[in-house]
C-alpha cells in the first residue's frame, strides 16, 4: 500500500528532515508514526501527500509511484489519501453539510450524488444530526468528526491522522482514536501521527519510532518508549 524506499529530505541544504527512511505499510494495517517534534514525523505526512517532494529515494502508493508525481496529478492523489489535521481547517461558513461537501464539488460531482453520500459519511462519524450547524456551534471533538468525514468523501485507500487529538480533551481523544479504528475496520488504511503516549499504549497495533529523520523502531504490535 504505502512505500517508502530510502528517502531523503533536507530543508535549507542544512537541516536533514528524513535521512534514508525505508517503510512499508500493508492495505488494511494501522500504524502510529510516533517521535518527538522534529523527528520527521509531519514530513513523511507532506511527502505522501505530494506537498513536499523527496531529495532522493522513491516513494509508492497504492501501486503508484509518486516520487516525481506531475502537478496536474496531485488531486487525483490526493483522493486516494485522506488527510486530518491538528487545527481541523474547516470553513467558517459552511455548515457541517456544506464543509464534507465542498471537497466533492470541486471534484465536480453531481449534485444529487452529493445530496446522496455526505449523509452516509456523516453517519458513519454520528453527526447526521448536525448538518446545518456552523463550525463555531461545534465541540472540538465534533469539529474533528467533520474533518475526518471530509477527508473520507472520496472514500481514500489511506486516511492519515497527523495529531488529530492535539486541540482535544481526554474523553474527545479517545472518542477520535475510536473513531479512527472503526473506519480502519472498514477495511481503511490508518497511518496516525502523534506524539500522544497515553494513545499509543492503549491502541496496541504496530508503531513505528522515529528520531532525528530516522527510523529508530518497528514493533508489530508497540508502545511508545520515548
Do not use: C
Not at 118 to 144: A, C, F, H, M
Amino acid at each position: 500500500m504505502i512505500h517508502l524506499i530510502n528517502v531523503t529530505k533536507k530543508f535549507q541544504r542544512e537541516t536533514v528532515a528524513l535521512d534514508g527512511v525505508s517503510l512499508h505499510i500493508e492495505p488494511g494495517e494501522f500504524v502510529s508514526i510516533v517521535g518527538q517534534s522534529g523527528s520527521g514525523k509531519t514530513t513523511i505526512v507532506r511527502l505522501l501527500i505530494s506537498e513536499l517532494k523527496p531529495d532522493s529515494g522513491r516513494i509508492i502508493v497504492g501501486g503508484w509511484d509518486i516520487t516525481k508525481i506531475k502537478r496536474r496529478h496531485v488531486p487525483i492523489l490526493r483522493r486516494q489519501i485522506g488527510v486530518v489535521f491538528q487545527d481541523f481547517k474547516l470553513l467558517p461558513k459552511k455548515t457541517v453539510f456544506e464543509n464534507v461537501a465542498f471537497a466533492l464539488q470541486v471534484a465536480g460531482t453531481p449534485r444529487s450524488r452529493i445530496k446522496n453520500i455526505v449523509p452516509q459519511v456523516l453517519k458513519i462519524v454520528d453527526l447526521e444530526d448536525k448538518t446545518d450547524r456552523y463550525p463555531q456551534n461545534l465541540s472540538g471533538g465534533e469539529k474533528q468528526r467533520v474533518a475526518i468525514a471530509r477527508a473520507l468523501i472520496h472514500r481514500p485507500k489511506v486516511l492519515l491522522a497527523d495529531e488529530p487529538t492535539g486541540n482535544l480533551d481526554a474523553i474527545n481523544t479517545k472518542d477520535i482514536i475510536d473513531l479512527l479504528l472503526k473506519i480502519n475496520e472498514f477495511g481503511t488504511t490508518v497511518v496516525l501521527v502523534t506524539h500522544n503516549k497515553e494513545i499509543v499504549n492503549a491502541i496496541k497495533r504496530r508503531v513505528v519510532t522515529m528520531e532525528k529523520g530516522k527510523i529508530i523502531q518497528d514493533q508489530k504490535v508497540g508502545k511508545y518508549f520515548i
